[in-house]
């Protein structure tokens, strides 16, 4: 067994104010954790990949603006989800009902991902989080 620390792998997307932006998110992911050998939580983290790119379209990105999506996974095995907009406003779980049709995103997130939270990004935010022990690097 060896002592020493894997290397980290690092890929990031940027993507235009589309609706067709949040299925080609979710696909750049998928392709990132099938290159990087992922295959425990992979539903969970697309999940929250497609959620926090809804939610950077839908609240996030300012018209003529766009989205970076980029992931990383550490030597740890630890995968870290962030989405860059350019966009005002604090992400924050709504008080909803079981009834109403839209606020699930980032009570989804809060529920699969191990850590969620916001960073700060000139001008905008940046919305992460992370997933522990997912393995990769074969």
């Known amino acids: 067994?060896?002592?020493s620390p894997q290397q980290s792998c690092f890929s990031r997307h940027f993507y235009p104010r589309t609706r067709r932006s949040v299925p080609a998110a979710r696909e750049f992911a998928r392709r990132a954790l099938r290159h990087w050998h992922i295959v425990s939580r992979t539903d969970d983290i697309l999940l929250c990949v497609?959620?926090?790119?809804?939610?950077?379209?839908l609240h996030g990105?300012?018209?003529?603006?766009g989205y970076q999506v980029s992931l990383e996974l550490s030597g740890d095995g630890v995968l870290r989800v962030e989405l860059h907009d350019s966009g005002d406003g604090e992400p924050r779980i709504p008080d909803t009902t079981?009834?109403?049709?839209?606020?699930?995103?980032l009570r989804l997130v809060d529920a699969l991902a191990d850590k969620w939270g916001v960073g700060e990004r000139?001008?905008?935010?940046?919305?992460?989080?992370?997933?522990?022990?997912v393995g990769g690097f074969r």
């Open 1 to 3: 067994m060896s002592d």
């Open 50 to 57: 497609t959620e926090l790119a809804t939610n950077a379209l």
């Open 61 to 65: 990105v300012p018209p003529g603006r």
């Open 98 to 105: 079981a009834e109403a049709e839209s606020g699930r995103g």
């Open 122 to 133: 000139v001008p905008g935010k940046i919305v992460w989080c992370e997933f522990e022990r």
